[in-house]
């Protein structure tokens, strides 16, 4: 059974336009959850969220973490061609060093 | 700092070949773990470790074994290879925490075709 779902898998959409990815999870002894963008190489970091209902924000990007619900949000605002990519969401489970991944939400944004 | 380097970038194999991916890291990190990815998929995780000497099974550790004898290095030895084994292998490291600046490094990944 999946530890952490990402939906949707797959999202097209025009510059300009906001997009909302989601992340639920189920794992004991969460500690956090991370977030990264991937672009035909290897994932490179954009968030870690540990509290919930504190919004981490950087540029047009935003995350936010429920942690009674067991899901996190990715916000990207006003995207741009160069936000197409793979956003992957892991979350720690506590193990010192043990992540779980989700399969991924590839958004495509068109001009 | 170069960060974390993996080498070789491309490997083809034949079946029941072995051979190591080779994963070094220069950011005195503790923690380093080795992640699969499959076409479509997410990273799963082979295996991991928590420092020198000490190693662990992931979600998906048949067919592979690590060791870890310093901080910096950490191979993964495919035993006998599979065609279920080709996939891009990704090598990661970070320090243990859950602050701003444990954040997991990834090194550029190993894409490896089994025959």
């Known amino acids: 059974e999946d530890k952490v779902v990402q939906s949707p898998l797959s999202l097209v959409v025009h510059e300009g336009d906001t997009v909302t990815l989601n992340c639920s999870y189920e794992?004991?002894?969460?500690?956090?959850l991370l977030w990264y963008k991937q672009e035909k190489k290897a994932p490179t970091f954009l968030f870690m969220l540990t509290s919930s209902g504190i919004e981490k924000k950087s540029g047009r990007l935003s995350s936010i973490l429920d942690k009674k619900e067991l899901f996190s949000i990715l916000n990207i605002t006003a995207t741009q061609t160069g936000d197409s990519a793979i956003y992957l969401c892991a979350v720690d489970e506590g193990n010192f060093n043990k992540f779980y991944f989700g399969s991924g939400t590839k958004l495509n944004v068109k001009p | 700092n170069a960060g974390v380097t993996q080498t070789p970038k491309f490997q083809v194999l034949k079946t029941g070949q072995s051979m190591t991916l080779q994963c070094a890291q220069d950011m005195n990190h503790e923690y380093m773990s080795w992640y699969r990815q499959d076409p479509g998929m997410g990273l799963r995780l082979i295996h991991y470790?928590?420092?020198?000497?000490?190693?662990d099974q992931g979600e998906v550790p048949n067919g592979y074994n690590v060791s870890r004898s310093t901080t910096e290095d950490f191979p993964l030895r495919l035993l006998s290879a599979a065609p279920s084994q080709t996939s891009v292998y990704f090598c990661?490291?970070?320090?243990?925490?859950?602050?701003?600046?444990?954040?997991?490094?990834f090194g550029p990944g190993t894409r490896l075709t089994v025959l």
């Open positions: 794992v004991t002894n969460f500690r956090s």
């Open positions: 470790s928590v420092g020198a000497g000490i190693t």
């Open positions: 990661a490291s970070r320090s243990p925490g859950t602050g701003i600046y444990n954040e997991q490094f």
